[in-house]
């Protein structure tokens, strides 16, 4: 995917426990009716399960690099090798959230 988020609107923001992963998101409009989320996940053990950032867009993942200020988050390329546990966890939250914004 490789763009930037310079100009994508915030749109919800929700966070809780799914399936043994603690899962935030952050939806954004980043315009032409285009949505995706912007994922932060963890295990329940932070020492074996890093903080992983991940941009979903169509149940794809994708890197995600976060901004700094004066330079915007990135969306990096397409994460083809990815713990499906994790995985399953983070579309587990997407949907909730969706099915109840």
């Known amino acids: 995917m490789n763009c ?3 100009e994508a ?3 919800a923001h929700s966070k809780g426990d799914f ?3 603690f899962v935030e998101g952050f ?15 963890y295990g329940s053990d932070p020492l074996r399960n890093p903080v992983r ?9 994708y890197d995600f690099r ?7 988050s990135e969306i ?3 994460i083809e090798n990815y713990d499906p546990a994790e995985y399953g966890a983070v579309l ?3 949907e909730e959230w969706e099915a109840h914004p």
Do not use: C, F, M
């Open 76 to 78: 990096g390329p397409k």
């Open 19 to 21: 399936s043994g992963y």
């Open 66 to 72: 976060l901004g700094l200020p004066g330079a915007p």
């Open 27 to 41: 939806k954004y409009d980043v315009g032409n009716g285009v949505t995706g989320w912007h994922t932060t996940s």
């Open 9 to 11: 609107r915030q749109i």
């Open 92 to 94: 587990e939250a997407i």
């Open 4 to 6: 930037r988020l310079d």
């Open 53 to 61: 950032n991940y941009w979903v867009q169509d149940r794809t993942l």
